[in-house]
């Protein structure tokens, strides 16, 4: 029997400006006032909905993710948040993060998204280079991501996290350095630095842009990057995470774990573990369907995780850690035993993909995290 490990609460707002060529997450363009305000009393009677699951079970973070945030008001995002407080138990040191984007149509006011509870703010700079912000269709320019990283500050928050992308239409290995130095400059938290993919269903995948680095320029991007941030006093926990000391991701850190967390919003996916088993589930994507299931009170299928899907979600997770998992984590969140995993350990051990690290405790090796996605593979149900 799984214990029941941390819990967190996922909020999706679904909307942008304009969706971005490379984006493959469940978001849309437009979302107008009336709009939105519909979408919040649906997210109001979800919160409730989603209560009955927490169990009293205190959530330790909660993380607004879209599209973008940032369109809904300040005072719109506190009565979201103050509706969860009522609804749930929180830590005292509950970690709040909210999506923002740098574009000046985009932005709101930091100051009121800090006193409405929000205390992380992250932030899509993507890039510092005018003319990779135009390839990537971000419609703000590099003067506003230092706006509004500054705006952040003067606002209070001391918890910001930028999104930097590498491997860039027309990108070398001095540029996305540069890039790099960029976020630096502006003394961010936490830095995600992630590889542009050509995501299935987006523009870029159906057309890819000109000017792609390849293998070779990528993966010297991609090590020279980790060691530049490491200089600079980020240190790599998860693949594409750096943070200085004491500021990873806390919400994140639950997902790749193997935590738990509630699913509110379009799209919204929830993992929740219970004496019966642990379960997933997923709202409507749709954000007009969504409305009107929840509207009209439908219930939200939740499914069983066999025993294979199990121990491949775990490692899919896990292995993402720079640290890697523990044998007692793994039949903690799982309930599964250890042996199971052992088995399926030993062929990577002889490929070099994979290495114990302390006793019971294994991480990818170097090899292990270049060619990830074939290291996770191997744990696909048979």
């Not at 363009?29 to 919160?47: K, N, P, Q, W």
């Not at 369109?71 to 509706?83: Q, Y």
């Not at 995470?241 to 991701?249: D, L, M, S, T, V």
């Not at 066999?306 to 890697?324: I, P, Q, S, W």
């Amino acid at each position: 029997m799984p214990s029941q490990p941390p819990l967190s609460l996922y909020v999706h707002l679904p909307w942008c400006v304009r969706k971005c060529p490379y984006c493959d997450f469940n978001s849309y363009s437009g979302g107008d006032e009336a709009v939105r305000r519909r979408y919040l009393e649906a997210l109001l009677t979800d919160l409730r909905e989603e209560a009955a699951y927490a169990s009293a079970r205190p959530i330790v973070s909660m993380f607004l993710g879209g599209g973008t945030p940032s369109l809904f008001t300040p005072g719109e995002i506190g009565r979201l948040l103050d509706a969860a407080a009522s609804l749930f138990s929180l830590t005292d040191d509950i970690e709040i993060t909210m999506e923002a984007n740098p574009g000046t149509v985009e932005y709101g006011d930091p100051r009121g998204y800090r006193e409405a509870g929000v205390n992380r703010l992250s932030i899509g700079a993507q890039s510092f280079d005018a003319k990779a912000l135009a390839a990537l269709g971000r419609i703000h320019g590099v003067d506003d991501i230092g706006r509004a990283a500054g705006e952040a500050r003067d606002a209070g928050f001391d918890n910001i996290n930028l999104d930097v992308m590498y491997a860039l239409p027309g990108q070398d290995v001095a540029a996305a350095m540069s890039d790099i130095e960029g976020a630096a400059r502006l003394e961010p938290e936490h830095i995600s630095w992630y590889h542009l993919t050509l995501e299935p269903n987006t523009v870029f995948h159906a057309s890819p842009p000109p000017g792609l680095p390849d293998e070779d320029v990528t993966f010297e991007i991609q090590q020279q990057g980790e060691a530049r941030l490491a200089g600079l006093g980020y240190t790599r926990y998860e693949v594409s995470a750096f943070a200085r000391e004491g500021r990873q991701c806390r919400h994140n850190l639950n997902y790749w774990g193997f935590g738990d967390y509630l699913a509110v919003g379009a799209g919204a996916h929830g993992k929740v573990s219970t004496s019966e088993g642990i379960f997933r589930y997923a709202k409507p994507a749709n954000p007009q369907q969504y409305m009107k299931s929840i509207e009209a009170g439908a219930e939200v299928p939740r499914t069983a995780i066999g025993d294979d899907d199990l121990l491949f979600e775990f490692m899919l997770n896990t292995l993402r850690l720079v640290d890697g998992f523990d044998e007692s984590g793994f039949t903690a969140r799982t309930g599964l035993p250890a042996g199971r995993l052992r088995r399926r350990l030993q062929p990577l051990v002889e490929r070099g993909l994979i290495a114990q690290s302390g006793a019971g405790t294994w991480s990818p090796t170097p090899a292990g995290r270049r060619f990830l996605n074939d290291l996770q593979a191997h744990f696909l149900p048979d």
